[in-house]
């Protein structure tokens, strides 16, 4: 497991939920954002489970932690 460190990005969301990511974490993300988003199949999958607000919501989310 990687080790934790002090770079943390931190989120609050519109619902005052607060979230730390550290630099894995972040990264992490980014890549799974950017792969799902990127790809038909992945924004399907986003609709069908979520609804399609979700897209815009990962969109947003991916551009708030640098993505």
Same mark, same amino acid.
Not at 55 to 61: I, K, Q, Y
């Given at each position: ?13 519109? /619902? ?6 550290? +630099?894995?974490?972040? @990264?992490? *993300?980014? !890549?799974?954002?950017?792969? /799902? ?6 924004? +399907?999958?986003?609709? @069908?489970? *979520?609804? !399609? ?15």
């Amino acid at each position: 497991m990687p080790e934790e460190t002090v770079d943390s990005s931190s989120y609050a969301d519109e /619902t005052g939920n607060f979230f730390l990511l550290n +630099k894995t974490e972040r @990264k992490l *993300l980014k !890549e799974i954002l950017n792969i /799902t988003l990127s790809a038909e199949q992945g924004k +399907k999958y986003i609709i @069908k489970k *979520l609804g !399609e607000e979700y897209l815009e919501v990962g969109e947003d989310f991916l551009k708030k932690i640098g993505g």
